[in-house]
Antibody, heavy 118, light 110 residues
């Protein structure tokens, strides 16, 4: 069955960096675009970034442009989110989600919590 | 403030029909598919409706979606207690070159 497992979350000080990973199984990872979506405590869903199935295109939400980098390793069926210059407002549960095409997020991980605090 | 606008709350009694609206613009709903997600408390979101009105396998036909112009709606008929959840609409936005979500609607089954 389709499974997405995020890891790498934790508590980090403002201005520091963190890398999230998302291990995929149960489907052909290289056929899917992959997204990161976050949810601040008690708030709604916020789209963060997407990477095309072959890594050829990447798009970001405005507040993370220049600070976050989405990448993937299709040989390892793994998605990444490199987060630099973290701010308190980046505190959220970060979900990875698989997309067979058209912003169609048909599979989601369980999420990993990132807390930015001094 | 979310790019897509949803009512913050909705409610109904068991067996009733409830609709949740989602309003956007030409750059998102007006030119792209709409998706709906259900998020039960403490869990990850789940795809409920894709491409405006299609149901993934396993989603009951009590759930239906529609789209007209720059607005969309989710209808839930035969309301059940297990439908109590947060519901989000979503679409790609061509102007932003990014995904957008509605602010979410908390559905309460009275």
């Amino acid at each position: 069955q389709v499974q997405l497992v995020e890891s790498g979350g934790g508590v980090v000080q403002p201005g520091r960096s963190l890398r999230l990973s998302c291990a995929a199984s149960g489907f052909t990872f290289s056929d899917y675009a992959m997204h990161w979506v976050r949810q601040a405590p008690g708030k709604g869903l916020e789209w963060v970034a997407v990477i095309w199935f072959d890594g050829s295109k990447r798009y970001y939400e405005d507040s993370v442009k220049g600070r976050f980098t989405i990448s993937r390793d299709n040989s390892k069926d793994t998605l990444y989110l490199h987060m630099n210059s973290l701010r308190a407002e980046d505190t959220a549960v970060y979900y990875c989600a698989g997309d067979p095409g058209g912003y169609h997020l048909d599979s989601w991980g369980q999420g990993t919590l990132v807390t930015v605090s001094s | 403030q979310s790019v897509l606008t949803q009512p913050p709350s909705a409610s109904g009694t068991p067996g009733q029909r409830v609709t949740i609206s989602c309003s956007g613009s030409n750059s998102n709903i007006g030119s792209n598919y709409v998706y709906w997600y259900q998020q039960l408390p403490g869990t990850a979101p789940k795809l409920l409706i894709y491409r405006n009105n299609q149901r993934p396998s396993g989603v009951p036909d009590r759930f239906s979606g529609s789209k007209s112009g720059t607005s969309a709606s989710l209808a839930i008929s035969g309301l059940r207690s297990e439908d109590e959840a947060e519901y989000y609409c979503a679409a790609w936005d061509d102007s932003l070159s990014g995904g957008v979500f509605g602010g979410g609607t908390k559905l309460t089954v009275l």
